[in-house]
């Protein structure tokens, strides 16, 4: 691969890692409203998993990357890296407002 090709890779990588995190933090709230046990807490763990394996996978497939490289995941953590740090903390802020809120009651 060229090194435009390794770049346009690591910034796809990048953004589905973004989006994974935004994932997880839906994936959370929604654990929340459901007041979720164990089992169910551990389905969506599964499902979250799965959900990641095929996000690294179709991109991989997309941008024909063969073998898998280190930042294939460097991209991913990097992308989770930014969402948590950036609209994740946002959110999460926002996530302790409510609660507070809907606590009142």
């Not at 770049?7 to 995190?21: S, Y």
């Not at 394996?53 to 930014?82: E, K, N, Q, S």
Request: with cysteine.
């Amino acid at each position: 691969m060229t090194v435009e090709q390794q770049l346009r890779a690591l910034c796809a990588m990048t953004a589905g890692g973004f989006a994974l995190g935004a994932l997880f933090d839906a994936m959370t709230l929604l654990r929340r409203v459901l007041s979720a046990g164990r089992l169910l807490t551990g389905m969506m763990d599964l499902f979250y998993g799965v959900c990641c394996a095929l996000c690294i996978i179709l991109t991989a497939l997309a941008l024909r990357i063969d073998p898998y490289r280190l930042y294939v995941f460097a991209g991913f953590a990097l992308g989770m890296g930014i969402y948590a740090t950036t609209i994740g903390t946002f959110v999460r802020i926002i996530q302790k407002q409510m609660k507070k809120i809907v606590g009142k009651r």
